[in-house]
């Protein structure tokens, strides 16, 4: 079978603060919502945030620790690499209106090794700056070079977001965005990071490394109707890319099993998914059986991808 194999997995959720320990949770249906404070809100927020992070810590401070504790469930695997240096794409927040990320500082702590590390460095190839969307970019970009041999024989692809600082939280509640008495169809801010370890075919097995799941393919789009427009979506820019992936040789070769996706739990992702759905009904399972990051770690952001892709390969 064709396809870059998966050969490493680290998470780091509010349910779950390794692999096992997330997917174990999410097959118990558990979830960790709770009251959090946000400063000039009028009550507190729901939200899922990791409870052994301090609750005054930043945006960025959050995202360093998850990103770190995911990262730590592939670096075992990091050090099979022939070279020694590994070379890492990160999926990112996109601007919006949680707190800004000082990106420096967050690149410096996900790249600098734990003590005593040897082999496995990672090196920065890419940085991508699209929310819900920026693991399968980031993801796009390590396969694309992974085949025209412009890095070598394996790649990181990760993700990691927090919208639960005090920061965040207070201007969702200010968009008047969040999940509340005023507003049903709200979200429930979240966090999360995620990586996986991506080979060639054929090199996971030369490098001692047992495959966990292969990649078929992996399709990007723009939605010309975003929610940020507000205006109905006629979900074209997922359509889109649900239709290039049924055209693809593998990932279109069968029937889809299952759809995992990263949406949060307002019905403007519903809709849209709906959309795309029944236009690619002949691919797509029937009846729809579809499992939603919301249902776990509300709005993970661009964290939310990478958690959603370790249930695929474990569902």
């Not at 990791?50 to 730590?72: C, V």
């Not at 000082?102 to 700056?129: C, I, K, T, Y």
């Not at 929310?131 to 025209?148: H, P, T, V």
């Not at 949406?263 to 399972?285: C, D, I, K, V």
Request: proline share 7%; glycine share 14%; hydrophobic share 50%.
């Amino acid at each position: 079978m064709s396809g870059e194999r998966v050969v490493g997995l680290g998470l780091c959720t509010p349910i779950g603060t390794t692999e096992e320990m997330t997917l174990a949770s999410m097959r118990a249906g558990l979830a960790r919502f709770a009251e959090a404070a946000a400063p000039g809100a009028g009550e507190p927020v729901r939200a899922s945030r990791l409870a052994t992070l301090d609750p005054s810590s930043t945006r960025t401070e959050r995202m360093i620790a998850l990103g770190r504790a995911a990262l730590d469930g592939v670096r075992e695997r990091l050090k099979a690499s022939p070279t020694g240096r590994v070379p890492l794409y990160l999926g990112l927040p996109e601007p919006s209106l949680g707190a800004p990320v000082a990106r420096e500082a967050l690149l410096g702590a996900l790249l600098s090794a734990p003590p005593g590390q040897a082999g496995g460095a990672l090196s920065l190839v890419g940085a991508f700056e699209g929310g819900r969307a920026a693991f399968f970019e980031a993801l796009s970009a390590a396969i694309g070079d992974l085949r025209a041999g412009r890095v070598g024989s394996m790649a990181v692809v990760g993700a990691v977001d927090s919208l639960c600082d005090a920061d965040s939280l207070a201007a969702l509640s200010a968009a008047r965005l969040h999940l509340s008495p005023q507003n049903r169809d709200g979200r429930i801010p979240g966090e999360a990071a995620g990586f996986v370890v991506v080979a060639r075919p054929g090199a996971a097995a030369g490098m001692g490394l047992e495959a966990m799941g292969v990649v078929l393919g992996v399709a990007l789009g723009a939605e010309p109707a975003p929610f940020a427009s507000r205006v109905p979506s006629a979900a074209d820019g997922l359509t889109g890319v649900f239709r290039a992936l049924r055209g693809d040789e593998a990932a279109g070769a069968r029937r889809v099993d299952e759809v995992m996706s990263c949406q949060p739990g307002e019905s403007f992702w519903a809709t849209e998914l709906s959309r795309a759905y029944l236009r690619n009904a002949a691919w797509m399972p029937e009846p729809l059986a579809l499992r939603a990051a919301g249902e776990w770690l509300g709005d993970a952001g661009a964290g939310a991808a990478p958690v959603m892709l370790a249930a695929a390969l474990h569902r």
